[in-house]
């Protein structure tokens, strides 16, 4: 057994394939030492029943600011600003959250679904008038999950298009650090005037309802839950749309499980399981803790790896195989514990509703360059591709 | 006689419960934490109701098992 700690970033080993350092440790090495990007050492998780108790142990914190930065630029991070419950603990957490969680139910995202056909068509529509070879990430894996959180938080239609666009910028490869500052400073700057407006007018929205029921929340904390709703909600579910649709091209044969409404869900279920979207989150020990036999003292920050947690051969028969019509629950996609994703049921809708409109279109679709030349977003905190080129018989 | 037990305060309305078995558990309209439909479910439905235990990301949810 090597000592060596892993380092992070790791790439993943291919378009559907976690990294293979932490693949290798299913073999006998549940925990591993791990470099994290401000050089402090800290801990890398892979099986998924550590995964889950990890991520369900109030000994393990989400604060921001107790852990590393995990983006390049490195650098420790300050306390959550208000709102952004995503690096709070409860119960400062569940009072942020217990706000929301009445507007994503089960229900209510289900009621969304006549609407987000509605938008796919528009979408699909829009590809076959500009006809073959598209670029599927920028003519419908992006602009659909777009639109869903701007009707849903309440940007009006004439913001849409160049909101759209901004935050479309926040995940250019090419952008350097000073223009991605402006554009997020653009981002927030809008959506303070938006929360601005809707405290003046009140709409049938998110937002709106948010600024009226009463939940005394101030400009800058529904601005910043307007902004991590954004954030969680538009690259994942693109590049699920994205890379899931680069996974259907490679196994054709499974397409009709995707397409048939009696087994749509199983596979978008399937789908986030086998694909590795998130490489993982972090939490940091408040005290010390054993884990898998090693002790993770205070303070010492772990990596959840959900990808490797999904292809786990304790829950999951032949788990590097996508098996659409395989008994997929259990998978940690959405993550565990009072984290786990608070827009999984609106990503799980868009998805049974894309996936199956795509492929009733263009049957024939298939990908117009070799599946080697699809760019990977190997330098991105979410994974997927970043352009799709694929084509169809007009 | 099984019987499940809901803590609303711990439940963070993630909805797994009411996806994994809908006859058992819904969320509330307006705060979209659980709701319970069935507090002692039939013996057919507790398999259901233990992987819904099981799956529920919070620990809000239990079944008392009595013999
Ligand atoms: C397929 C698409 C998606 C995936 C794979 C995904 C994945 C995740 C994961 C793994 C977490 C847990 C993070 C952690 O424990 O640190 C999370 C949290 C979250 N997600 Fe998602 N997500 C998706 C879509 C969405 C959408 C559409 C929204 C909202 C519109 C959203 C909003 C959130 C929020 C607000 C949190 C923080 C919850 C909390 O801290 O309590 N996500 N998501
Ligand atoms: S699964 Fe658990 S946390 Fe989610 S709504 Fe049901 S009881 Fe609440």
Redesign the interface.
């Known amino acids: 057994m090597t000592t060596e700690p892993l380092t992070f970033p790791l790439a993943n080993a291919g378009p559907f394939d976690p990294p293979s350092e932490l693949m290798a440790m299913r073999e006998g090495r549940p925990i591993a030492p791990l470099r994290l990007p401000d050089g402090r050492l800290g801990w890398v998780v892979v099986r998924r029943a550590t995964v889950r108790s990890v991520l369900a142990d109030p000994r393990f914190s989400a604060r921001q600011e107790l852990r590393g930065n995990l983006s390049p630029s490195g650098g420790s991070l300050p306390p959550a600003p208000p709102g952004m419950f995503i690096g709070m603990d409860p119960p400062d957490h569940t009072h942020y959250r217990h706000l929301l969680t009445g507007q994503f139910t089960v229900r209510r995202m289900r009621q969304l679904t006549a609407r987000i056909e509605q938008l796919a068509e528009e979408h699909l529509d829009r590809m076959a008038a500009a006809g073959p070879p598209v670029d599927l990430v920028a003519t419908y894996a992006r602009p659909i999950p777009a639109m869903v959180i701007c009707e849903l938080l309440g940007v009006p239609d004439e913001f849409r298009e160049r909101f759209g666009q901004q935050v479309a910028e926040l995940s250019r490869q090419d952008a350097t650090p000073e223009e991605q500052q402006r554009t997020l400073v653009g981002i927030l700057t809008y959506l303070g005037e938006l929360v601005r407006e809707k405290r003046s007018t009140p709409t049938d929205d998110l937002l709106g309802g948010l600024v009226v029921d009463g939940a005394g929340l101030t400009d800058e904390e529904l601005t910043n839950l307007a902004f991590m709703l954004l954030g969680a909600g538009l690259d994942t579910t693109a590049n699920m749309l994205g890379l899931g649709t680069l996974a259907l091209l490679a196994h054709p044969e499974q397409i009709p499980v995707i397409t048939n409404p009696d087994t749509v869900d199983n596979a978008v279920e399937e789908l986030l399981r086998y694909l590795a979207i998130v490489p993982g989150t972090l939490r940091t020990a408040l005290e010390d803790v054993e884990v898998e036999g090693v002790t993770v003292r205070a303070g010492e920050t772990v990596m959840v790896s959900l990808p490797v947690a999904n292809r786990d051969p304790e829950r999951f028969a032949d788990p590097d195989t996508l098996d659409l019509t395989r008994q997929t629950s259990g998978h940690v996609a959405f993550g565990h514990g009072v984290h786990q994703c608070l827009g999984q049921q609106l990503a799980r809708v868009e998805m049974r509703v894309a996936f199956p409109a795509l492929f009733r279109r263009f049957p024939t679709l298939r990908l117009a360059v070799p599946q080697e030349e699809v760019p990977l977003r190997d330098e991105m905190l979410i994974f997927g591709v970043h352009r799709l080129p694929v084509t169809w018989e007009d | 006689m099984a019987e499940i037990r809901a803590d609303r305060?711990v439940c963070?309305?993630?909805?797994?419960c009411?996806?994994?078995a809908?006859e058992l558990f819904?969320?509330?309209?307006?705060?979209?934490?659980v709701v319970v439909l069935v507090t002692r479910p039939e013996a057919e439905l507790r398999e259901r109701a233990r992987?819904a235990v099981?799956?529920c990301?919070?620990?809000a949810l239990s079944l008392s098992e009595e013999a």
């Open positions: 305060e963070v309305g993630a909805g797994m009411a996806l994994t809908p819904d969320q509330d309209d307006e705060d979209g934490r992987e099981r799956l990301p919070s620990g």
